[in-house]
T-cell receptor, first 114, second 116 residues
Framework: SQTIHQWPATLVQPVGSPLSLECTVE??????LYWYRQAAGRGLQLLFY??????ISSEVPQNLSASRPQDRQFILSSKKLLLSDSGFYLC?????????????FGDGTRLSIL | AQTVTQSQPEMSVQEAETVTLSCTYD???????LFWYKQPPSRQMILVIR??????QNATENRFSVNFQKAAKSFSLKISDSQLGDAAMYFC?????????????FGQGTILTVHP
């Protein structure tokens, strides 16, 4: 069966520090991968998605970047964190080019910027 | 761009009763999919139900059903026989059809409280 792992679960970082959040998927090949951010009390906003190794699409301009060095690995990064980067970050995966298959989400990372 | 609106920030229901959560969306597309996701306090997003826009029949999954009004661009979720475990934040989401790679646009969410 397919599983998705996301870590760390919780992270506290000072303003200006770098960031690296990792997400891996097991049990499937060539998944679509997504990074979402959920600000406090708000819905999820799609940040990045990837349909293949090295292919990254950004949905909103921001201080973050994403990379996909391997088929089932998706990394969210920042060189210098801002206070506004605080939030709950969710990784998700799906298969195929159309929306008939739902997305499956990881457990999320709660990021607090001090 | 598509937008999804959930106008009820919070709802409450008594255990065993029925509750309906509202969702409206705006799109110019004819081919799309709509979803309801549940996010319990554990924070993991769980798919509750899915509706294909080309299907006139409303989707149902056990105690969960939707009222899909395509012309009105409305997609409400009805939870029957509410249980304590239904307490969560519920998100309505939209995905374009065609080659969209399943990207989702979410509403703001509705917090559902279930009273014993």
């Amino acid at each position: 069966s397919q599983t998705i792992h996301q870590w760390p679960a919780t992270l506290v970082q000072p303003v200006g520090s770098p960031l690296s959040l990792e997400c891996t998927v097991e049990g499937t090949s060539n998944p679509n991968l997504y990074w979402y951010r959920q600000a406090a009390g708000r819905g999820l906003q799609l940040l990045f998605y990837s349909v293949g190794i090295g292919q990254i699409s950004s949905e909103v301009p921001q201080n973050l970047s994403a990379s996909r060095p391997q088929d089932r690995q998706f990394i969210l990064s920042s060189k210098k964190l801002l206070l506004s980067d605080s939030g709950f970050y969710l990784c998700a995966w799906s298969v195929g080019t159309v929306s008939t298959q739902p997305q499956h989400f990881g457990d999320g990372t709660r990021l607090s910027i001090l | 761009a598509q937008t999804v609106t959930q106008s009820q920030p919070e709802m409450s229901v008594q255990e065993a009763e029925t509750v309906t959560l509202s969702c409206t969306y705006d799109t110019s597309e004819s081919d799309y999919y709509l979803f309801w996701y549940k996010q319990p306090p554990s924070r993991q997003m769980i798919l509750v139900i899915r509706q294909e826009a080309y299907k006139q029949q409303n989707a149902t999954e056990n105690r969960f059903s939707v009222n899909f009004q395509k012309a009105a661009k409305s997609f409400s979720l009805k939870i029957s026989d509410s249980q304590l475990g239904d307490a969560a934040m519920y998100f309505c989401a939209y995905s374009s059809g065609g080659t969209s790679y399943g990207k989702l646009t979410f509403g703001q969410g509705t917090i559902l409280t279930v009273h014993p």
